[in-house]
């Protein structure tokens, strides 16, 4: 049995690394949790403020690089300037774009009191659509409030937020809500519905939300309506700002909740259901955050597998508990408010332990690579039945909900199938026979894509569109471009190349610290690669229709006359003013590409399950031969050494849009 294999033992520290033995949790762990368990670790957490640097700290610091700056400005008339364009960026007159920038750069940690406009308070009845906005685009898939508290305290004037205890974060948390709000709307709902520009008002709140988290000194909080405040804030702050702000500030919010023993499932013990509830929703929320952070920049999460013994939030709705209640509460059997975010938080968890390992356990295995393989598609395999069995069996894909919920649980799931046979971790074991024979893995790397593509264009997912643009699949996008680099011909190539390039453009636009970041860089590289080869087998495919098209002495339509009604080139071959016909130049997405076509369906997973499954016990091979297969490892492989800077010569010697390639291509 998988679970009789685990190692529970916490590691010595929190730093982890890519590269680990394939020991993984199935999702009884998870019911474990859910049921009380309690890992092997020390129950003694560090608290206490004086442990943490507080606002004294970032002050003296504010203040020591000011003078250091003015000693090193060259010229004090610069400085000054400096000084007027700041002002202005901040003044009620700049523009829109200068205010954004501003808030962009405001450095609230290192200054956390600097000056921005008075006005930041939404009046009572932007206060009311915010909220009802707040409730209608984030609150379903960022379920950390608690929905008839909300309603009470913005839009019924009551003092107090039941589900946010502490007075001094509340400020922040109505303005990080407004905030979550703005970032959710187009510009154009922004202006119907609040009056504003969007940009203003993204500048406005964000500004709003970093003073009202220092006046709260939220570095030494114990207030769950302060944190609160900070998690919505770092997840809607990724809208906008793709620099290392929320992945920083990340492990800030991590350290702050360890502090308030969120961690720990015992530590609300002697608190009413509701709050016990409360303290889930935002450990686990956190814990969320903490692994998008990390896989923005590939870099190792904060918190750990085997480092906390919170219990996963009920599934039930948010009416099914009230602040003043001391009974327990039942868990539903169906959709429920908590659905979305359950299935986030277990695969994401999953997820987490197939792609870390502790630093001690560097170079250990318990099995044979064959038996790790296994161990590893076992645990996917039951995990994703897991999931279909309590969560996805009971979605009516005609709510709009519903099918979005369905899309994302798809996408994530593939994604956890991509890293167990295409691993962001340099092989142990360079045989390639130790390697599993996978059923499909462009295909299923293209499934990805499209279904990202629709949910960013469909306007059944219109609500939720912020939430896919703070999550870039580049993953998927390496894996796709990879594989396109050796398969060049057949319908799954036509759909991958119709789907790569839309979904390619927007994920540059979107992914971390942009187009020029560690994680952009290697994967530009290789579309660079892929699309020489797609030029090379399109030239080769033109000319040898265009040869084949005159022995046959075939006729090429006159225009008017094509089979498509566009009267475009067929197969390449265009015909001159004086009536000869020519090779036409392909372009690198192909003649005549496919349209994207929506495909409203879920995936279908028991196609590919089945295959998984005898993939280990059989010869069953993929669409490719074993000598395509091995190249396309290799591909892989290289590219994981380019993507760690392991071949940093390669990297800076490779030219990001030219026709050169590295030599190990």
Same mark, same amino acid.
């Given at each position: 049995?998988?679970?009789?294999?685990?190692?529970?033992?916490?590691?010595? #520290?929190?730093?982890?690394?890519?590269?680990?033995?394939?020991?993984?949790?199935?999702?009884?762990?998870?019911?474990?949790?859910?049921?009380?368990?309690?890992?092997?670790?020390?129950? #003694?957490?560090?608290?206490?403020?004086?442990?943490?640097?507080?606002?004294?700290?970032?002050?003296? +610091?504010?203040?020591?690089?000011?003078?250091?700056?003015?000693?090193?400005?060259?010229?004090?008339?610069?400085? =000054?300037?400096?000084?007027? !364009?700041?002002?202005?960026?901040?003044?009620?007159?700049?523009?829109?774009?200068?205010?954004?920038?501003?808030?962009?750069?405001?450095?609230?940690?290192?200054?956390?009191? %600097?000056?921005?406009?008075?006005? %930041?308070?939404?009046?009572?009845?932007?206060?009311?659509?915010?909220?009802?906005?707040?409730?209608? #685009?984030?609150?379903?898939?960022?379920?950390?409030?608690?929905?008839?508290?909300?309603?009470?305290? +913005?839009?019924?004037?009551?003092?107090?937020?039941?589900?946010?205890?502490?007075?001094?974060?509340?400020?922040?948390?109505?303005?990080?809500?407004?905030?979550?709000?703005? /970032?959710?709307?187009?510009?154009?709902?922004?202006?119907?519905?609040?009056?504003?520009?969007?940009?203003?008002?993204?500048?406005?709140?964000?500004?709003?939300? =970093?003073?009202?988290?220092?006046?709260?000194?939220?570095?030494?909080?114990?207030?769950?309506?302060?944190?609160?405040?900070?998690?919505?804030?770092?997840?809607?702050?990724?809208?906008?700002?793709?620099?290392?702000?929320?992945?920083?500030?990340?492990?800030?919010?991590?350290?702050?909740?360890?502090?308030? #023993?969120?961690? *720990?499932?015992?530590?609300?013990?002697?608190?009413?259901?509701?709050?016990?509830?409360?303290?889930?929703?935002?450990?686990?929320?956190?814990?969320?955050?903490?692994?998008?952070?990390?896989?923005?920049?590939?870099?190792?999460?904060?918190?750990?597998?085997?480092?906390?013994?919170?219990?996963?939030?009920?599934?039930?709705?948010?009416?099914?508990?009230?602040?003043?209640?001391?009974?327990?509460?039942?868990?539903?059997?169906?959709?429920?408010?908590?659905?979305?975010?359950?299935?986030?938080?277990?695969?994401?968890?999953?997820?987490?332990?197939?792609?870390?390992?502790?630093?001690?356990?560097?170079?250990?295995?318990?099995?044979?690579?064959? =038996?790790?393989?296994?161990?590893?598609?076992?645990?996917?395999?039951?995990?994703?039945?897991?999931?279909?069995?309590? *969560?996805?069996?009971? !979605?009516?894909?005609?709510?709009?909900?519903?099918?979005?919920?369905?899309?994302?649980?798809?996408?994530?799931?593939?994604?956890?199938?991509?890293?167990?046979?295409?691993?962001?971790?340099?092989?142990?074991?360079?045989?390639?026979?130790?390697?599993?024979?996978?059923?499909?893995?462009?295909?299923?790397?293209? @499934?990805?894509?499209?279904? /990202?593509?629709?949910?960013?264009?469909?306007?059944?997912?219109?609500?939720?569109?912020?939430?896919?643009?703070?999550?870039?699949?580049?993953?998927?996008?390496?894996?796709?471009?990879?594989? !396109?680099?050796?398969?060049?011909?057949?319908?799954? @190539?036509?759909?991958?190349?119709?789907?790569?390039?839309?979904?390619?453009?927007?994920?540059?636009?979107?992914?971390?610290?942009?187009?020029?970041?560690?994680?952009?860089?290697?994967?530009?590289? !290789?579309?660079?690669?892929?699309?020489?080869?797609?030029?090379?087998?399109?030239?080769?495919?033109?000319?040898?229709?265009?040869?084949?098209?005159?022995?046959?002495?075939?006729? @090429?339509?006159?225009?008017?006359?094509?089979?498509?009604?566009?009267?475009?080139?067929?197969?390449?071959?265009?015909?001159?003013?004086?009536?000869?016909?020519?090779?036409?130049?392909?372009? @690198?997405?192909?003649?005549?590409?496919?349209?994207?076509?929506?495909?409203?369906?879920?995936?279908?997973?028991?196609?590919? +399950?089945?295959?998984?499954?005898?993939?280990?016990?059989?010869?069953?091979?993929?669409?490719?031969?074993?000598?395509?297969?091995?190249?396309?490892?290799?591909?892989?492989?290289?590219?994981?050494?380019?993507?760690?800077?392991?071949?940093?010569?390669?990297?800076?010697?490779?030219?990001?849009?030219?026709?050169?390639?590295?030599?190990?291509?």
């Amino acid at each position: 049995m998988l679970s009789q294999s685990l190692d529970r033992n916490p590691p010595a #520290n929190a730093e982890e690394t890519f590269t680990r033995p394939f020991t993984v949790h199935r999702h009884e762990d998870l019911e474990e949790s859910r049921n009380g368990a309690t890992a092997s670790r020390s129950q #003694n957490p560090v608290s206490g403020p004086n442990r943490y640097i507080g606002t004294s700290f970032w002050t003296t +610091l504010g203040e020591e690089i000011t003078g250091l700056k003015e000693v090193m400005d060259a010229s004090s008339d610069e400085e =000054e300037e400096l000084r007027n !364009l700041q002002s202005a960026a901040l003044s009620p007159s700049s523009s829109a774009l200068n205010r954004l920038r501003q808030a962009n750069d405001s450095g609230f940690i290192i200054s956390p009191m %600097l000056t921005v406009e008075d006005h %930041l308070d939404p009046t009572s009845h932007q206060l009311y659509t915010f909220c009802e906005i707040y409730l209608t #685009n984030i609150d379903p898939v960022f379920k950390i409030l608690h929905v008839p508290s909300l309603r009470k305290c +913005l839009q019924e004037g009551e003092a107090g937020l039941d589900c946010s205890p502490g007075p001094r974060g509340l400020k922040a948390l109505k303005l990080a809500i407004c905030y979550a709000a703005t /970032v959710s709307m187009t510009d154009g709902e922004c202006r119907h519905r609040i009056g504003e520009d969007r940009v203003v008002l993204m500048a406005k709140y964000r500004a709003g939300v =970093e003073r009202a988290l220092a006046e709260a000194d939220f570095v030494n909080t114990v207030e769950m309506s302060t944190l609160q405040a900070l998690t919505i804030f770092l997840a809607s702050v990724r809208v906008s700002d793709t620099r290392r702000l929320m992945w920083t500030l990340t492990s800030l919010a991590v350290r702050i909740a360890q502090a308030m #023993n969120l961690h *720990h499932e015992r530590s609300s013990s002697f608190l009413r259901p509701f709050g016990r509830e409360m303290r889930r929703r935002l450990w686990w929320q956190i814990c969320l955050l903490d692994s998008h952070a990390a896989e923005d920049r590939a870099t190792n999460p904060v918190i750990f597998a085997d480092s906390f013994s919170t219990r996963l939030p009920l599934q039930i709705n948010d009416e099914d508990i009230r602040v003043d209640s001391h009974e327990e509460v039942e868990e539903r059997q169906g959709f429920t408010d908590m659905t979305f975010s359950l299935i986030c938080y277990e695969i994401t968890d999953t997820t987490r332990q197939l792609n870390y390992v502790p630093v001690r356990n560097l170079g250990q295995c318990q099995f044979g690579f064959h =038996e790790n393989w296994t161990c590893r598609i076992d645990a996917v395999i039951s995990l994703q039945r897991h999931i279909e069995e309590n *969560h996805l069996r009971h !979605l009516n894909l005609a709510r709009p909900f519903h099918w979005a919920t369905r899309m994302v649980a798809d996408i994530i799931t593939a994604i956890m199938w991509l890293i167990v046979y295409r691993p962001l971790q340099q092989r142990l074991n360079n045989n390639f026979s130790s390697r599993p024979v996978d059923p499909d893995i462009l295909s299923l790397s293209v @499934v990805v894509l499209e279904k /990202v593509h629709q949910l960013n264009t469909d306007p059944a997912a219109s609500p939720y569109r912020w939430l896919s643009h703070t999550y870039v699949q580049w993953h998927a996008l390496a894996v796709t471009v990879a594989e !396109l680099c050796v398969r060049t011909e057949g319908s799954l @190539v036509e759909r991958a190349w119709a789907v790569l390039i839309p979904v390619f453009r927007q994920a540059s636009q979107h992914v971390a610290d942009s187009d020029g970041g560690m994680i952009w860089r290697p994967i530009k590289k !290789l579309m660079s690669k892929a699309r020489g080869l797609r030029k090379e087998h399109l030239d080769l495919r033109s000319a040898t229709d265009d040869s084949s098209a005159r022995m046959a002495n075939w006729s @090429v339509p006159e225009h008017g006359d094509h089979p498509d009604g566009a009267g475009g080139p067929v197969f390449g071959i265009v015909r001159d003013a004086q009536g000869a016909n020519h090779h036409a130049a392909p372009s @690198v997405e192909g003649p005549r590409m496919p349209p994207l076509t929506p495909n409203s369906a879920p995936f279908d997973w028991n196609t590919w +399950l089945a295959a998984a499954s005898t993939s280990m016990e059989s010869s069953l091979q993929s669409q490719y031969n074993n000598e395509t297969a091995q190249q396309a490892w290799t591909n892989w492989d290289n590219f994981v050494t380019v993507f760690q800077g392991q071949d940093e010569g390669v990297i800076d010697g490779l030219n990001d849009e030219g026709p050169e390639y590295p030599s190990f291509w």
